[in-house]
């Protein structure tokens, strides 16, 4: 009767064992890492149980670890660090291609109005220049006068010639 009551408090006393840790083990959880899914904590079945080595030297490399990631003092925030200045690249990038973009229809605009000024420029030349040799001709009875331009690739940078 002895051994019998033995073994009860020795099942009992396991049965909590039980309990307690399998309290634990629920409150167990991985961590969130910024950007990425969260995973879910996955259970080790029996064989997985089983080719585990012993507890002891599980315990001696956790404290090994630990000891080591105490040593190296690592920056937890480096990641959420990184992912703001990224972000604030990206921001910049954007408003740079914004910027380049603007730049660029700025160009072409001032592109097409120097042509333009040019085109109307030339055409107006073209036709003071006829106009002056028709009264140059009627004025000396057959005489020649023209206007040219000192640089006819830019003719404002120059001006004309009489």
């Known amino acids: 009767k002895l051994k019998i009551d033995q073994v009860d408090s020795h099942i009992s006393t396991h049965q909590g064992k039980i309990k307690y840790w399998q309290k634990e083990i629920s409150k167990l959880c991985l961590h969130a890492i910024d950007g990425q899914p969260p995973e879910e904590l996955q259970a080790l079945g029996e064989e997985e149980l089983q080719a585990l080595p012993d507890p002891d030297g599980i315990a001696q490399r956790i404290a090994l670890l630990e000891a080591q990631r105490h040593q190296l003092r690592p920056n937890l925030g480096a990641i959420a660090d990184y992912r703001k200045k990224e972000e604030l690249y ?15 229809n700025f160009r072409q605009a001032f592109e097409e109005l120097r042509k333009q000024r ?11 220049t006829t106009k002056l040799k028709e009264n140059y001709q009627m004025l000396t009875l057959g005489g020649d006068a023209e206007l040219e331009l000192v640089d006819s690739l830019d003719p404002f940078s120059e001006g004309i010639m009489f």
């Open 90 to 104: 990206l921001k910049h990038v954007g408003e740079l291609d914004d910027i380049t973009t603007e730049r660029d």
């Open 118 to 128: 040019l085109n109307e420029f030339m055409a107006g030349f073209n036709v003071i």
